[in-house]
T-cell receptor
């Protein structure tokens, strides 16, 4: 079935702390996993992505890990800043279907 | 490069009417996908077009349709509007070719309100 579970739905952290958001997918054929950040009233923006042949990818304070066996992938934000406050969406896709399934989003609040 | 452009930004319609939304992809991008975003539901996939062909479709009623033109611009149409169609409609473009899925880039969306 087509389903991506995303947890938690809301997350509050103190500035400087780390934040972790986890997504679980159901289709073992999925091979592309992007993460989007959507600030209030703005468009979703791609912040990092990972393909199924890689277990981890990092870009400055942001990292994504993928566990294909358990079918879950996680977004890690270190040294959080107030400007990290937004809604984060995970998504999964697989070649040949040209279709992405999105999680329901995590509202991250970074408290100054 | 200019980003993905959606028009109009806001639209107010009444039940039973129909509406057409437009999306111009990033130059060179040939794939256009449409999503419906509502609070608590995230982004729901509507359909994807590439070279004027619909390659996949989500679980939406037939009132939702789309098309793509030879210049890759895309339109989606919703007929017989219902109150539940009120949402932000997002368009995303990607190269659409190459090995594996390519990153999608979103427009600002069209906010549709049904009265």
């Amino acid at each position: 079935g087509e389903n991506v579970e995303q947890h938690p739905s809301t997350l509050s952290v103190q500035e400087g702390d780390s934040a972790v958001i986890k997504c679980t997918y159901s289709d073992s054929a999925s091979n592309y996993f992007p993460w989007y950040k959507q600030e209030l009233g703005k468009r979703p923006q791609l912040i990092i992505d990972i393909r199924s042949n890689v277990g981890e990818k990092k870009d400055q304070r942001i990292a994504v890990t993928l566990n294909k066996t358990a079918k879950h992938f996680s977004l890690h934000i270190t040294e959080t800043q107030p400007e990290d406050s937004a809604v984060y969406f995970c998504a999964e896709g697989w070649s040949g279907t040209y279709k992405y399934i999105f999680g329901t989003g995590t509202r991250l609040k970074v408290l100054a | 490069k200019a980003g993905v452009t959606q028009t109009p930004r806001y639209l107010i319609k009444t039940r039973g009417q129909q509406v057409t939304l437009s999306c111009s992809p990033i130059s060179g991008h040939r794939s256009v996908s449409w999503y419906q975003q509502t609070p608590g539901q995230g982004l729901q996939f509507l359909f994807e077009y590439f070279s004027e062909t619909q390659r996949n479709k989500g679980n939406f009623p037939g009132r939702f349709s789309g098309r793509q033109f030879s210049n890759s611009r895309s339109e989606m149409n919703v007929s017989t509007l219902e109150l539940g169609d009120s949402a932000l409609y997002l368009c995303a473009s990607s190269l659409g070719t190459g090995t594996g899925l390519q990153p999608q880039h979103f427009g600002d969306g069209t906010r549709l309100s049904i009265l």
